[in-house]
C-alpha cells in the first residue's frame, strides 16, 4: 500500500523503536537524531516520486520500526571507513589509485611505536633541548644515495617545488621540451614552475634534445638546469637525449646547480626486473646531479614522502626556505622510512613488499596461482585456470617495464563485467583485471595470504 507524506510518525516515534535500541546505547543522542532526520528526507522524496514505494504501515502511519530499521542502516553508514584495505590483483605492483607501495611490517611497527606515545622528533636527546626532525633520516639516506646531505618533505611534487622555490626564484630553468611531464593528480612541471615563480625555458623539441640547446639557452638569468624523469610515458623511434653527465658538466662549468626529479627512487638492485641501474638514486648522485628528488612510496617501498639528496650547500637552503615548514613530514613519515631506509642498508632490501614482489622468480608467482586454484575448486559455476600473464612496475615509475608473470583466469555463467564488479563488492575489495572475456586475478601482487580472501568472496558469491 502506498503511504502519504502524511502519515510518517513523529522522529521521536521512531528514535524510540526498537531497531534503535541498541544505537541509543552506543552512539550520542545528536547523531542518532541526525540519521532520523535524514532518513525522513530519503522516504519523503521516495514518496513524493510519481510511482512511490509501498511501504509498511502500523496503526494507519509509516511503520516506525521499518523507518528505524533504515535509520540504522544510515547510521552505521556514516561511521563505516571510507578507506580500506583492499586486495591488488591488478599485477601492477606500485598501483597509484590503490595506495602505491605496501609498507613493511618493520617499517609498521616503527610507526606504531612512535605514534603510540612521545617521541624525540624535535628534541635533541643528547644536549637536552630542542632539536631537528630532519637529523632522523638524514644519515641512514646519505649512506644509501652517496650524497653530502639529504632531507623529507610530504611527496615528491612538493620536494620539485621546494627546489624550484629556494633555488630558481625569479630566474629561468632551462629543461628539456621532452620532459615537460604531466602525471596523475594535474601535475604539470610548468606549473609547478610557474608557482614557484620559476621561469621555464625550454629547449630542443619533443623527440631530440641535443647539450647544445642547453648552452646555447643558459644566459645571465638562468638559475638552474634541470633534468625531470618521464614517468608515465615514453618517447621511441628517431630520438636523442643528453646524458646527465654532460648536463652535470654543462651546468658546473657556468656555475649553476643541476636538479634531477627522478620520480621512482631506485635504490635497490632490480635489474632482474628489467630496470635500469642508471636510474637509480646513486647512479645519479655519482653522475654529478646536485640535487636528486624523488618519492618515497614508489619504488623505494616506504610511506609518501618526498626525498632530497645532495649537495649540502643547496640541501641547507632548502631547509631554510620558509616553505619547508608548510611542506614538512610528520613523525609516522619519518619512522616509516627510517625504518625502509636500515632494511636497505642492512641488506634487507626484499623485506620490503615492493621489493619482494618486484624480484620474486615467476615460478613462484605460478606456484601462488596453483595454490589459489586449488582453493577455488569445487565453487558451482566458476572455472578457475593458471594462465601466463604480464605484470607492470607502475607508479609513474618506468612506463614501459613488463614484469612475467601468472594469473587465475576465471569464468563465471554471469558477465566478466558482473563478475569483477562482485570482486570489488566483497570486503575486502579485490581489484582485478578484465582481458580478453575472461577475469584475471595476477598473482604477483598477491600475498599468500590474500588467497582464503578471495576464495572465500567467490564462495559467498556462488
Known amino acids: 500500500m502506498t503511504a502519504p507524506l502524511h502519515r510518517l510518525p513523529s522522529v521521536d516515534a521512531v528514535k524510540k523503536a526498537a531497531p534503535l535500541a541498541e544505537a541509543r546505547t552506543t552512539f550520542p543522542e545528536p547523531l542518532i537524531t541526525t540519521a532520523v532526520r535524514e532518513t525522513f528526507e530519503s522516504v519523503r522524496t521516495e514518496l513524493a516520486a510519481p510511482s512511490p514505494p509501498d511501504v509498511p504501515l502500523a496503526d494507519g502511519k509509516v511503520d516506525a520500526a521499518w523507518l528505524a530499521r533504515r535509520a540504522a542502516d544510515r547510521l552505521s553508514s556514516m561511521l563505516a571507513p571510507s578507506l580500506r584495505p583492499a586486495i591488488n590483483a591488478t599485477g601492477v605492483v606500485v598501483h597509484t589509485n590503490l595506495g602505491r607501495a605496501p609498507i613493511s611490517p618493520e617499517a609498521l611497527q616503527r610507526m606504531f611505536d612512535v605514534a603510540s606515545g612521545y617521541c624525540n622528533l624535535e628534541y635533541d636527546l643528547g644536549a637536552g633541548e630542542r632539536g631537528s626532525r630532519h637529523q632522523h633520516l638524514e644519515a641512514l639516506l646519505r649512506r644509501l644515495a652517496g650524497a653530502e646531505a639529504c632531507m623529507v618533505v610530504n611527496n615528491n611534487a612538493a620536494a620539485v617545488l621546494l627546489a624550484l622555490t629556494a633555488l630558481a626564484r625569479g630566474r629561468e630553468v632551462v629543461v628539456s621540451r621532452s620532459e615537460l611531464i604531466e602525471i596523475g593528480g594535474a601535475f604539470r612541471l610548468p606549473d609547478i614552475m610557474a608557482q614557484g615563480g620559476a621561469i621555464l625555458c625550454e629547449v630542443g623539441t619533443t623527440n631530440r634534445t641535443r647539450i647544445d640547446d642547453y648552452a646555447r639557452a643558459i644566459g645571465p638569468r638562468t638559475g638552474l638546469v634541470m633534468k625531470a624523469h618521464r614517468s608515465n610515458f615514453a618517447i621511441s623511434g628517431f630520438t636523442h637525449d643528453v646524458t646527465r653527465s654532460e648536463l652535470a658538466e654543462l651546468a658546473h662549468r657556468n656555475g649553476l646547480p643541476f636538479l634531477e626529479d627522478l620520480g621512482s627512487g631506485l635504490l635497490a638492485d632490480l635489474t632482474p626486473a628489467g630496470l635500469d641501474q642508471?636510474?637509480?638514486?646513486?647512479?645519479?648522485?655519482?653522475?654529478?646531479?646536485?640535487?636528486?628528488?624523488?618519492?618515497?612510496?614508489?619504488?623505494?617501498?616506504?610511506?609518501?614522502?618526498?626525498?632530497?639528496?645532495?649537495?649540502?650547500?643547496?640541501?641547507?637552503?632548502?631547509?631554510?626556505?620558509?616553505?619547508?615548514?608548510?611542506?614538512?613530514?610528520?613523525?609516522?613519515?619519518?619512522?616509516?622510512?627510517?625504518?625502509?631506509?636500515?632494511?636497505?642498508?642492512?641488506?634487507?632490501?626484499?623485506?620490503?613488499?615492493?621489493?619482494?614482489?618486484?624480484?620474486?622468480?615467476?615460478?613462484?608467482?605460478?606456484?601462488?596461482?596453483?595454490?589459489?586454484?586449488?582453493?577455488?575448486?569445487?565453487?558451482?559455476?566458476?572455472?578457475?585456470?593458471?594462465?601466463?600473464?604480464?605484470?607492470?612496475?607502475?607508479?609513474?615509475?618506468?612506463?614501459?617495464?613488463?614484469?612475467?608473470?601468472?594469473?587465475?583466469?576465471?569464468?563465471?555463467?554471469?558477465?566478466?563485467?558482473?563478475?569483477?564488479?562482485?570482486?570489488?563488492?566483497?570486503?575486502?575489495?579485490?581489484?582485478?583485471?578484465?582481458?580478453?572475456?575472461?577475469?584475471?586475478?595476477?598473482?604477483?601482487?598477491?600475498?599468500?595470504?590474500?588467497?582464503?580472501l578471495i576464495a572465500s568472496a567467490l564462495r559467498g558469491h556462488s
Open 278 to 452: 642508471a636510474d637509480s638514486v646513486t647512479a645519479a648522485v655519482a653522475a654529478g646531479v646536485d640535487l636528486v628528488t624523488f618519492s618515497g612510496d614508489k619504488l623505494f617501498g616506504g610511506p609518501q614522502a618526498g626525498l632530497i639528496a645532495g649537495r649540502k650547500d643547496l640541501v641547507d637552503r632548502l631547509k631554510r626556505h620558509p616553505l619547508t615548514r608548510a611542506l614538512r613530514t610528520d613523525k609516522l613519515t619519518l619512522a616509516g622510512l627510517e625504518a625502509t631506509a636500515a632494511a636497505y642498508l642492512a641488506g634487507r632490501a626484499r623485506s620490503i613488499p615492493v621489493v619482494r614482489m618486484l624480484l620474486e622468480p615467476v615460478e613462484e608467482v605460478a606456484a601462488r596461482a596453483g595454490r589459489l586454484v586449488t582453493l577455488l575448486a569445487g565453487i558451482p559455476g566458476l572455472t578457475a585456470a593458471v594462465v601466463d600473464s604480464t605484470a607492470r612496475v607502475g607508479g609513474g615509475a618506468h612506463p614501459d617495464a613488463r614484469l612475467p608473470s601468472a594469473a587465475v583466469a576465471l569464468t563465471a555463467e554471469l558477465s566478466e563485467t558482473r563478475l569483477e564488479q562482485r570482486l570489488r563488492e566483497a570486503s575486502p575489495p579485490i581489484i582485478a583485471r578484465i582481458e580478453e572475456g575472461r577475469v584475471l586475478l595476477d598473482c604477483r601482487t598477491l600475498a599468500d595470504s590474500d588467497l582464503p
